[in-house]
């Protein structure tokens, strides 16, 4: 079955940086493209970034814009958000999730919590 | 960017009762070329990621019951719980993927009354 782990997050300070990993399995990881989601303390979701199948194109958000690098590994089928200059709205819940068929995102890992603050 | 509005942000219905969340975009997610809504809805319990029910507006995803009803096109949407059950108290949200960035409603919390 499907599983995507979240790791890497805990509490940063504000302008640190930190990179956040997603361990996949039970399906062709190098087969699909990948997001990274949000979610802030008590809010609704954001979506970060994608990242296509074989890594050749990347789109972000416009709050994580020039900041946040999203970035694979397929022969470890390990999804990568690399955070710089991170600020404190920037504390949430972060997801990844795999793109289905239907192009929507059909599978979500239990996400990692990453908190900015001095 | 293409906002998604949901309503109401919460709302309380009886067991064995319908309960309707709208959805509206900003611009239409109705990809021409295929006509296919590009329009998801997620459910989020407490402590749980999303759940993915609904996707290209109608189609249900695997296993999710058949009193979940996606509907509407171009702008507008509707997600209908046709008969709610104690297991359906949420947050509900819905989702463009028809372009970048993408998009989610604010949520729509669902409780028993």
């Known amino acids: 079955q499907v599983q995507l782990v979240e790791s890497g997050g805990g509490v940063v300070q504000p302008g640190r940086s930190l990179r956040l990993s997603c361990a996949a399995s039970g399906f062709t990881f190098s087969s699909y493209g990948m997001h990274w989601v949000r979610q802030a303390p008590g809010k609704g979701l954001e979506w970060v970034a994608v990242i296509s199948f074989d890594g050749s194109n990347t789109y972000y958000g416009d709050s994580v814009k020039g900041r946040f690098t999203i970035s694979r590994d397929n022969s470890k089928n390990t999804l990568y958000l690399q955070m710089d200059s991170l600020r404190t709205e920037d504390t949430a819940v972060y997801y990844c999730?795999?793109?289905?068929?239907?192009?929507?995102?059909?599978?979500w890992g239990q996400g990692t919590l990453v908190t900015v603050s001095s | 960017d293409i906002v998604m509005t949901q309503s109401p942000d919460s709302l309380a219905v009886s067991l064995g009762e319908r309960a309707t969340i709208n959805c509206k975009s900003t611009q239409s997610v109705l990809y021409s070329s295929n006509n296919k809504n590009y329009l998801a809805w997620y459910q989020q319990k407490p402590g749980q990621p999303p759940k993915l029910l609904i996707y290209?507006?109608?189609t249900r995803e695997s296993g999710v019951p058949d009193r979940f009803i996606g509907s509407g096109s171009g702008t507008d949407f509707t997600l209908t719980i046709s008969s709610l059950q104690a297991d359906d108290v949420a947050v509900y949200y819905c989702?463009?993927?028809?372009?970048?960035?993408?998009?989610f409603g604010q949520g729509t919390k669902v409780e028993i009354k």
């Open positions: 290209w507006a109608s």
């Open positions: 989702h463009q993927y028809y372009d970048t960035p993408w998009t």
């Open positions: 999730a795999k793109t289905g068929s239907a192009r929507a995102c059909d599978y």
